[in-house]
């Protein structure tokens, strides 16, 4: 058992639907029995991030903000066995137990026991930041935009300290997200064709997912023509700018590269709504598979039901279908040995109390990921 006190640091705080993000300094109680605090050393800013400081899906202000991030533990709650002092951990916003049904099935990575929340508060209902004697409520169970933070064992996963630090934390979220949406999801065949919709983080990760199991032809769909040498490192064989063809929809582009056909997987990366009916439509029918990744501002979406009907099969999921605690370690340990391209979302770094300047350079057009650095650390954007 760690012995330690509440320490006061540095965070990302959002006050109020819409407000801008400032860095303040908070209080971070010490972890109970079967939590851990945690230093943070690098956390990204995802799209997420501005989706809940916009008040959706629950306006739950103040919060600290950031849910993608690496550190190293600092202190541990008594009932603690997993973690100890020094460790390198990467928080999560996904259990796992590994005795629940979902757990133990395949077809499922949502824990029953230590289940996802966007409730703002710790399992037990409580919070570990506050600000000036205020409650801030946590973003998911993570809250990485901190120089400390406080996190259930149960939401957390031991890094080799041999990867490079500044690249684990991608893996948190959206790059995992899109790369096992094909690698664990859809287990995308060898041979077969993929339209990815739009080429942020998520899309990337889709990209080298689908090379690392053999597809023959990745599309990548951008409006951003920077994106297009990017897709291509991570090994996109073709690009469809919209803006190219207005007068074109994106799934008649994708059936004109497919000889009519079609792709045998969509994914939408986008969580722009109306383009989840474009992505059945660009795939194949009687057989066509579209995966729903990226986060989308309605509750409600639109969708073709003619495009369904003909036999396409239309599915979601959280953090592309990974296990946290037994399937991350898979990605950490190919991120390690160079069997990713992690390292190309890499494209700006900057300091915690740059923060606005790191909001700037993710509206440039050749921003993928900004790393500003909390202490050591970086932050980045899933567009």
């Not at 629950?58 to 849910?67: A, Q």
């Not at 979406?301 to 495009?307: E, G, K, R, S």
């Amino acid at each position: 058992m760690s012995i330690s006190q509440a320490i006061t640091c540095k965070a990302v705080v959002c006050w109020g639907k819409g407000e801008p993000w400032k860095v303040e300094e908070i209080q971070v109680e010490p972890p109970k029995a079967t939590e851990v605090r945690v230093k943070m050393l690098y956390a990204s800013i995802c799209h997420t991030d501005f989706l809940f400081s916009t008040g959706f899906p629950l306006p739950l202000f103040p919060r600290v903000l950031g849910h993608e991030g690496v550190g190293v533990v600092e202190s541990v709650g008594d009932e603690v066995k997993e973690f100890k002092e020094g460790d390198i951990v990467i928080p999560t916003y996904i259990g796992e137990c590994k005795k629940c049904e979902n757990c133990t099935s395949e077809m499922a990575n949502l824990c029953l026991k230590h289940p996802f929340t966007i409730n703002g508060l710790m399992p037990d209902g409580s919070s570990r930041m506050s600000i000036r004697g205020q409650k801030l409520y946590h973003l998911f169970t993570c809250s990485t935009m901190a120089e400390y933070t406080v996190v259930d064992a149960n939401y957390a996963v031991k890094v080799d300290p041999g990867i490079d630090l500044s690249l684990a934390g991608f893996l948190s979220c959206g790059y995992s997200s899109g790369f096992g949406a094909a690698w664990k999801e859809f287990k995308v065949e060898k041979g077969s064709s993929v339209a990815v919709f739009g080429l942020g983080a998520v899309g990337l990760g889709v990209v080298d997912g689908a090379r690392i199991q053999g597809a023959a032809k990745i599309i990548g769909i951008d409006k951003n023509p920077y994106r297009k040498d990017k897709g291509e490192a991570f090994g996109m064989t073709d690009f469809i700018n919209p803006d190219d063809e207005p007068n074109k929809s994106i799934s008649e582009l994708v059936k004109e590269m497919t000889h009519g056909t079609g792709v045998d997987y969509g994914f939408e990366c986008t969580g722009v709504t109306s383009l989840l009916s474009e992505a059945l439509e660009a795939t194949k029918l009687g057989k066509g598979k579209v995966m729903a990744i990226g986060a989308a501002m309605e509750d409600k979406v639109p969708l073709n039901f003619l495009a369904i009907a003909l036999g396409r099969n239309l599915k979601g999921t959280i953090f592309g279908g990974i296990k946290t605690k037994s399937e991350l370690p898979i990605i950490l340990d190919k991120c390690k040995n160079k069997q990713l391209q992690v390292d190309q979302l890499l494209t700006h770094q900057v300091m915690l109390e740059d923060l606005d300047e790191a909001i700037k350079l993710l509206k440039q057009p050749d921003c993928v990921k900004v790393p500003p650095l909390l202490l050591e650390t970086v932050v980045g954007s899933e567009w």
